[in-house]
């Protein structure tokens, strides 16, 4: 007989890959928390969401491997449902459906709205920008940059958050990707600006929706956060 497993409905997000991914990840468990879930980031849960990497070989063997880690956690009863999402899910679903059935669900990485109804929860609307929809394809286009010189980011992006503003970091520098290989990981070179925007950056919304009213709205809210 399977066993149950003993952390009933909490949510343990798992994040693999670049910084874009755990922006994604940090998304979906602000959306998990404002629907009053129970959610965890890399800890102990009965309900998996893996956020996986496509981008190099190595990336996508760590994926992969964490897949089958849980999928046999699964088997065990120590998880009662597994979910898997981002690049490697987008790239690679057909396949991954055929070689490792016990996930129960994979979502690409535009899904979320969709990954949201499988874990019973509702997609709140955030100011974000429009999709643009070109051949097919849908993409976010992020453009209005601001570097914080002392307030802390993450805190400033979690309270513009909760004004309803969302909002992404920057990227961090190549050489500091901990997703590609260690001969071009340059830990040992300065790239002092490049590590500054990397650590201190991040996008505000902006699109053709966003009108006068709004974007002043979002800069007065930016403002009383950093006063």
């Known amino acids: 007989m399977r066993a149950r497993s003993s952390k ?3 949510i343990n997000v798992v994040t693999l890959g670049c910084s874009k991914n755990l922006y994604d990840s940090e998304i979906l468990i602000s959306q998990l928390k404002a629907n009053n879930k129970n959610v965890v980031h890399e800890e102990d849960g009965n309900i998996i969401v893996i956020n996986t990497c496509g981008f190099i ?5 760590e994926s992969i ?3 089958l880690h849980y999928s046999e956690l699964k088997k065990k009863g120590k998880v009662d449902r597994l979910y898997v999402t981002g690049c490697l899910s987008e790239r690679y679903k057909d396949d991954l459906i055929k070689e490792i059935p016990d996930v129960d669900h994979f979502f690409g990485t535009s899904d979320l709205p969709h990954l949201l109804k499988y874990l019973r929860a509702d997609y709140k609307k955030e100011l974000q920008l429009p999709l643009r929809e ?3 394809e849908k993409n976010h286009y992020w453009v209005f940059g601001v570097v914080l010189r002392k307030a802390e980011r993450s805190k400033v992006m979690e309270a513009l958050r909760m004004d309803g503003i969302q909002t992404r970091e ?4 190549l050489h500091m990707q901990n997703a590609l290989p260690k001969d071009y990981q ?7 600006v490049s590590e500054n925007l990397g650590k201190n950056g ?3 919304p902006l699109g053709a929706h966003i009108n006068n009213k709004k974007q002043e709205f979002i800069v007065n809210k930016l403002l009383n956060h950093l006063n």
Not at 170 to 173: E, I, L, M, R, S
């Open 65 to 67: 491997d964490t897949i």
């Open 202 to 204: 991040f996008y505000l």
């Open 170 to 173: 920057f990227f961090w520098p």
């Open 8 to 10: 009933k409905n909490k």
């Open 134 to 136: 070109l051949n097919n």
């Open 186 to 192: 340059k830990k040992d070179i300065n790239l002092s």
């Open 57 to 61: 070989d190595n990336a996508k063997q």
